[in-house]
Nanobody, 120 residues
Framework: EASLVESGGASVQAGGSLRLSCKYSRYISRYLAWFRQAPGEDRLGVAAISIYAGTTLYTDSVKGRFTVSVDDNVYVMTLEMSNLRPEDTGIYFC???????????????WGQGTQVTVSA
């Protein structure tokens, strides 16, 4: 059964750092991604990674601040976030799909999300 479970969300001050983790079930997909959803907004693709090739994608606003990685030996995807800004606030979801993409429609399986709040 496909499963993704996020952890690591917290409240931090601007300029701080957080590490989010996503535990995924074996063979769930070839591609994983992190999405952020702020209140009243659509889910925004933040970072994506190919599990086997290691290729990554980032939305422009997080380039240089966020790093996505995966350890397929323990089935964990990590999002290292630094120099956090208030606009990074939202629920962060991990997702699994069949293409390397930042578009929500490309992903078939979703976790329940973890809240990140960045205060000014």
């Amino acid at each position: 059964e496909a499963s993704l479970v996020e952890s690591g969300g917290a409240s931090v001050q601007a300029g701080g750092s957080l590490r989010l983790s996503c535990k995924y079930s074996r063979y769930i997909s070839r591609y994983l991604a992190w999405f952020r959803q702020a209140p009243g907004e659509d889910r925004l693709g933040v970072a994506a990674i190919s599990i086997y090739a290691g290729t990554t994608l980032y939305t422009d606003s997080v380039k240089g601040r966020f790093t996505v990685s995966v350890d397929d030996n323990v089935y964990v995807m990590t999002l290292e976030m630094s120099n956090l800004r208030p606009e990074d606030t939202g629920i962060y979801f991990c997702a699994a799909g069949s293409v390397l993409s930042l578009g929500a429609p490309d992903f078939d399986f979703w976790g329940q999300g973890t809240q990140v709040t960045v205060s000014a």
